[in-house]
């Protein structure tokens, strides 16, 4: 059983461009939880979402940042006109339904790089 | 919304010895969870600990929810222990909240 999966694992992108962040959850999870890291810091949540709907987006940033999670294929996290703060790690997580608010299994992250 | 206050924020060690890290959070918490991670920057679970003590080898965790603080216990410490070791909480909802962490370095 193929851990949580996201692509790309490095992100370059300069200031303006757009960026598509992709999270493949494990198998049978159907909860997705976006997080962002800056260096030297700890995860702050950005969204949840379920297979078409979006719980709670209270993290995410209004402008700019989108998230989906459609019926078919992975969840994606997209961040329009890039800046360079927005240069950080992102991680994708995923948990079954019965255990949604116990276990959360993390991919290895998206590193993306604002020039 | 909860806060969650880690310490120490940085440790080190020499390999073998114990060592004890702490989670304080501002609000009752049901569902804390420590992770691990790593110098790559993978995360593992490693307790769901809401109350009580559970045990995994060389780590065990203790929840102490009526006072409002978690501990996690390493020992005999391995240098594959080093990494940043999070405790977490979302009883608010899903909305997950972090700690800052603990930077752990064990010496060969």
């Known amino acids: 059983n193929a851990g949580v999966m996201q692509n790309p694992r490095h992100l370059v992108r300069r200031r303006g461009q757009e960026a598509r962040l992709r999270c493949s959850p494990m198998?049978?999870?159907?909860?997705v939880y976006w997080y962002r890291q800056l260096p030297e810091e700890g995860l702050k949540f950005m969204v949840y979402?379920?297979?078409?709907?979006?719980?709670?987006e209270s993290g995410m940033p209004k402008e700019r940042f989108s998230a989906e999670f459609p019926k078919e294929g992975p969840s994606i996290l997209r961040i329009q006109q890039v800046v360079r703060g927005d240069s950080a790690a992102y991680f994708c997580a995923s948990s079954p339904p019965r255990l949604a608010s116990e276990t959360q299994y993390f991919g290895p992250g998206t590193r993306l790089l604002v020039l | 919304g909860i806060q969650v206050e880690q310490s120490p924020p940085d440790l080190i060690l020499q390999e073998g010895a114990n060592s004890t890290l702490r989670c304080n959070f501002s609000d009752s918490v049901n569902n804390l969870q420590w992770f691990h991670q790593n110098p790559w920057g993978q995360l593992i679970n490693l307790f769901y600990?809401?109350?009580g003590t559970k045990q995994n080898g060389r780590l065990s965790a203790t929840t102490v929810a009526t006072e409002r603080y978690s501990l996690l216990y390493i020992s005999s410490s391995q240098t594959t222990d080093s990494g940043v070791y999070f405790c977490a909480d979302n009883t608010g909802g899903f909305k997950t909240i972090f700690g800052a962490g603990t930077r752990l370095f064990v010496k060969a």
């Open positions: 979402l379920q297979k078409e709907n979006i719980i709670d």
């Open positions: 600990i809401p109350s």
């Open positions: 198998k049978g999870h159907s909860h």
